[in-house]
């Protein structure tokens, strides 16, 4: 009797813990905290403009590392939430302009201008909340920065 207790109780503690984590994992955070899970830092930009108007489509690469923070330190004032896996359109061509920070152990943050999206390592989705991003500051940092 005192073993099924005991399970139980274990059962309970286990249940209520998955709960809290599920809950958390989808709470409002700054940009700051998702760039602090990749555990290294990022050391490239990826420019990607798709094809408008017959022009063919663009991609150019930055990779100094001033740029990189300056563009980093842009979004840290911005707060992100995980989106839910029924709210992610998995047929979504996301055909827009696209800023990709790349780190040297492969992992990667897009961010989908036109979206206010974040998609990290192309498989979780977050939406920028207090949207929509400063357009004008991010073109003025892509025509000095296009190559």
Known sequence: MKMR?????????????????SFNEYQQKKFSELVETTHSEFHTLVFSKPPMFGAPAETWVVDDEKEVNEFLDFLQNYTIQKLKPEEIDPDDNI???RITLQNRDGNSLTIVIAENMIIQNSELY?????????????VRFIVSNKS
Request: net charge negative; glycine share 10%; hydrophobic share 60%.
């Open 5 to 21: 207790a005991l399970l139980l109780t274990a059962l309970l503690i286990g249940g209520a813990y998955a709960m809290l984590q």
């Open 126 to 138: 977050y939406e920028i909340v207090d949207g929509p991003l400063d357009v004008d500051w991010i």
């Open 95 to 97: 055909d827009e302009l």
